[in-house]
């Protein structure tokens, strides 16, 4: 154990570690395949984790996320900063620059944020920001400070990520639809599965995709959405329906190494393995994996 900070950097006692030795997929996915949501979180004794924190990760450093992109068929990844780092965003950066080409990011800041700042992050690969709207996870950005954010990384195309569950969306819906980027929703804005696709919440979704053509979803985290467990069915309807009606606007990504999980681990293969089930041609796999990601965060 070190302490590195006012907090010492042990692992949440309850916070399962990631999958020591997961299986290599069946399926096979397209040539230069990205994994568009992961993070890298620390090591701690480098990258302290951020004092105001809601839980402390397992050290899952950046050779661990390029060994796992190999073993599981991928070519690139999407690397998004997480809450437990804050809004210092060194691990990320440092991820970024051992990838090269082969990573792109999604940063946290605040409304200081330099120009000259933001062009370090820029050349570093980063491509975006994130807000976290999860009460678990972290305070609200007040909506003023974060169109103040958004507009300041409009001016170098990047877009904004946005993590919140369902019940918000009502709430936050016009906030980001007004924004001026693109908005990437993770975890198809966490639907309640149980409630069918048909119910009116996740039809708010559907509707606001259909409505306004700058939304996109991240259909990840079936372990985190499904009530049923492995192999999450009673998830695949509603990733299927987002991937079948909006096959130019979606994502997709590990979620690796899964934060915050505290009953069920998934084996990263499993996860890579519910991709045709979801995108069930090979069109339809070419745009979520290579075709949508290398758009959004490989066009210059
Ligand atoms: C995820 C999900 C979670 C955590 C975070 O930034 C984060 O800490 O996003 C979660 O706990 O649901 O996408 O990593």
């Given at each position: 154990?070190?302490?590195?900070?006012?907090?010492?950097?042990?692992?949440?006692?309850?916070?399962?570690?990631?999958?020591?030795?997961?299986?290599?997929?069946v399926f096979t996915p397209p040539p230069g395949a990205v994994d568009?949501?992961?993070?890298?979180?620390?090591?701690?004794?480098?990258?302290?984790?951020?004092?105001?924190?809601?839980?402390?990760?397992?050290?899952?450093?950046?050779?661990?996320?390029?060994?796992?992109?190999?073993?599981?068929?991928?070519?690139?990844?999407?690397?998004?900063?997480?809450?437990?780092?804050?809004?210092?965003?060194?691990?990320?950066?440092?991820?970024?620059?051992?990838?090269?080409?082969?990573?792109?990011?999604?940063?946290?800041?605040?409304?200081?944020?330099?120009?000259?700042?933001?062009?370090?992050?820029?050349?570093?690969?980063?491509?975006?920001?994130?807000?976290?709207?999860?009460?678990?996870?972290?305070?609200?950005?007040?909506?003023?400070?974060?169109?103040?954010?958004?507009?300041?990384?409009?001016?170098?195309?990047?877009?904004?990520?946005?993590?919140?569950?369902?019940?918000?969306?009502?709430?936050?819906?016009?906030?980001?639809?007004?924004?001026?980027?693109?908005?990437?929703?993770?975890?198809?804005?966490?639907?309640?599965?149980?409630?069918?696709?048909?119910?009116?919440?996740?039809?708010?979704?559907?509707?606001?995709?259909?409505?306004?053509?700058?939304?996109?979803?991240?259909?990840?985290?079936?372990?985190?959405?499904?009530?049923?467990?492995?192999?999450?069915?009673?998830?695949?309807?509603?990733?299927?329906?987002?991937?079948?009606?909006?096959?130019?606007?979606?994502?997709?990504?590990?979620?690796?190494?899964?934060?915050?999980?505290?009953?069920?681990?998934?084996?990263?293969?499993?996860?890579?393995?519910?991709?045709?089930?979801?995108?069930?041609?090979?069109?339809?796999?070419?745009?979520?994996?290579?075709?949508?990601?290398?758009?959004?965060?490989?066009?210059?």
């Open positions: 154990m070190t302490a590195t900070d006012d907090k010492p950097q042990v692992m949440d006692a309850n916070w399962l570690v990631f999958h020591p030795n997961p299986s290599r997929p568009a949501h992961c993070h890298v979180f620390g090591p701690a004794a480098e990258f302290p984790y951020a004092p105001e924190r809601k839980y402390t990760p397992c050290d899952a450093g950046k050779a661990k996320l390029f060994e796992l992109r190999d073993h599981l068929g991928f070519s690139r990844n999407v690397i998004v900063q997480a809450t437990c780092h804050g809004k210092d965003n060194r691990a990320l950066v440092d991820a970024l620059r051992a990838a090269g080409d082969l990573a792109r990011g999604v940063a946290t800041v605040g409304e200081d944020i330099s120009e000259a700042d933001l062009a370090q992050m820029h050349d570093a690969g980063v491509r975006g920001v994130r807000f976290n709207f999860l009460r678990r996870l972290a305070d609200f950005t007040p909506h003023d400070v974060l169109r103040r954010i958004a507009d300041k990384v409009a001016a170098f195309g990047w877009h904004v990520v946005v993590y919140f569950e369902a019940p918000d969306l009502e709430e936050l819906q016009p906030l980001f639809s007004s924004l001026p980027t693109k908005i990437i929703v993770d975890h198809m804005g966490r639907p309640d599965v149980a409630l069918g696709v048909d119910h009116p919440q996740f039809q708010r979704f559907v509707r606001w995709m259909a409505d306004d053509e700058k939304i996109w979803s991240k259909v990840s985290c079936p372990e985190r959405l499904s009530q049923t467990g492995p192999p999450y069915a009673d998830v695949e309807p509603y990733s299927r329906k987002i991937v079948e009606t909006f096959s130019d606007r979606v994502l997709w990504g590990t979620d690796w190494p899964h934060p915050n999980l505290k009953t069920h681990m998934p084996d990263d293969g499993h996860l890579v393995d519910v991709i045709p089930r979801i995108a069930p041609t090979a069109a339809l796999q070419m745009a979520l994996l290579v075709d949508n990601p290398m758009r959004l965060y490989w066009a210059d």
